[in-house]
């Protein structure tokens, strides 16, 4: 959040109408989540099959059971933005996770320092922890008995 912030205070006078806000150099997506599942206790699951158990409890109910399916499971809500991250397509580079497009970040590095590789570091598992005990804190996630 320090990163994202200083990158705002710095594109906050820029001429550019528009700039993206995003870390210029994304990293795997199990590099950061892998730490995060170890400190939730949670296994993890390569995403098509995740998908396909997200897709299949939705599958087969009445109008009645699948509204109770939603509220136990609301990511049945966003099936459709889910499937995006199963195909990026031939040019991989050009998405982030869950099949987002890479965000042009060409103008705000021009006009953010703060967003260079010398001064932001990549994330982390640390950073996905640091944002889970933050989430804890505040009563978000619920705190370990």
Known sequence: MDGAAKALVEMRNSDIPNLHLG???PVPWLSVMEDAARMLKIPTVPY???FALLKSSGEGLNANSEVEMMRQN???KILDFFAGGLETGENIAAFEALG???LYM???LKVAPSLAADSLPLLSGEDACK?????????FLPSEP
Do not use: C, F, N
């Not at 944002?131 to 009563?139: L, T």
């Open 23 to 25: 870390h210029p150099r």
């Open 100 to 102: 987002l497009p890479a």
């Open 106 to 108: 060409t103008e705000a």
């Open 48 to 50: 098509d099959q995740w």
């Open 131 to 139: 944002w889970i005990r933050s989430w804890k804190e505040v009563g």
């Open 74 to 76: 609301p990511a049945l």
